[in-house]
């Protein structure tokens, strides 16, 4: 079995199940990676079409692959912030289901190549999509230790990131961090632990992989896109592993899903917006034990899904979103 056939999809299960009833629809799998999910719709629903991206060129060179004989499936190397742009290239309008699977494939974490794993010395890149122009050694280079700290406490949930953001640019600077070793053993120094990694390491390395990759502003931008042309009825599902994404989907979906109030200067209630969607889940779905017993990569999944009742009020929606994450 090659690396890329090895990833696991992640509550396949659940995500067939909600997306049974379309299931002769027009797909979106946002974030494609090596096809799992894709795959296990192919085999469980019948979609009349697949539209699969990711912002990961070699995903689109595995699926490619993967589904050479599918012509039902159209692939784009593209960031699903993009996708509503995306599904009109092909002359389609709304579509039936989307999904996204947040974060990263096992594909790129296993390659030491990419440098997104402590646990494989590579080069300080960590881009998702090798294309664009930052490299994790840029980041760094343009990252003052205020900023760095904010980002290991906000994407890392580190509770005391200064000490750690101190060391990593005063170590930069003096051209000691050059590699991915470098920088994880930049961090053991500030931990006297010598018989195992400590966590705080695995959160640095994905606090740094959502800042370099920009992920949570690259989210929020999808959500909308992906409401924007999904079909009244349709689905969108969306599966996260870091608290800052789910924060972004929860707050979102519940947003989505309950009237606007619009109130006159004095408090009065002048109008109420109807939602144009409805929560499918409250409370997120986890993975089953089971599941996170034969893949530990599903252990801190979130799953979250909303279907769309109307769009008749859907700029109002727009209009206020920026006051939702706050
Ligand atoms: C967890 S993997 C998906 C795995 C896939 N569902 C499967 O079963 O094989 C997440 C994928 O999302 C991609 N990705 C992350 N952010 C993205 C974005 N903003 N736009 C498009 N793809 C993105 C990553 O490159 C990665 O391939």
């Known amino acids: 079995m090659t690396n890329e056939n090895y990833h696991i999809p992640v509550m396949a299960k659940e995500v067939v199940n909600l997306f049974k009833e379309r299931e002769k629809g027009i ?8 096809g799992g999910h894709t795959s296990c719709i192919l085999e469980h629903l019948s979609p009349k079409i697949v539209i699969g991206m990711d912002r990961d060129p070699k995903a689109i060179e595995i699926c490619t692959k993967k589904f050479e004989k599918k012509k039902h499936i159209k692939l784009f190397h593209e960031n699903y912030a993009n996708m509503d742009k995306v599904v ?5 309008q709304e579509v039936d289901a989307i999904l996204i699977d947040a974060g990263l494939s096992s594909f790129a974490l296993d390659d030491e190549e990419r440098g997104f794993s402590f646990q494989k010395d590579g080069p300080l890149d960590m881009r998702m999509n090798t294309n664009e122009k930052e490299t994790l050694s840029d980041f760094l280079d343009r990252t003052d230790e205020h900023t760095l700290a904010k980002v290991l406490k906000e994407y890392g949930d580190l509770t005391k990131p200064y000490r750690i953001a101190k060391k990593i640019i005063t170590y930069r600077k003096e051209g000691k961090i050059k590699k991915v070793s470098d920088l994880v053993q930049a961090i053991l120094e500030e931990f006297h632990i010598t018989n195992r990694i400590p966590d705080e390491v695995r959160q640095v390395f994905q606090a740094l992989r959502i800042a370099v990759n920009n992920e949570l502003f690259f989210l929020r931008k999808g959500l909308w896109a992906g409401l924007r042309i999904l079909a009244i009825n349709g689905r969108f599902v969306v599966i996260s592993f870091h608290s800052g994404e789910d924060r972004i989907v929860k707050s979102l979906f519940r947003f989505v899903s309950q009237p606007i109030k619009i109130l006159s200067p004095e408090g009065f209630l002048i109008e109420e917006i109807p939602p144009i969607a409805k929560n499918l889940t409250p409370k997120p779905i ?9 893949n530990t990569r599903a252990k801190s999944a979130k799953l979250r899904a909303i279907e769309k009742i109307s769009d008749k009020y859907i700029h109002y929606y727009l209009e206020k ?3 939702i994450y706050d």
């Open 27 to 34: 797909f979106v799998d946002a974030t494609i990676g090596a």
């Open 88 to 92: 009109k290239t092909l002359g389609i």
């Open 286 to 294: 986890l993975p089953s034990p089971e599941e996170v017993c034969l």
């Open 321 to 323: 979103e920026g006051e």
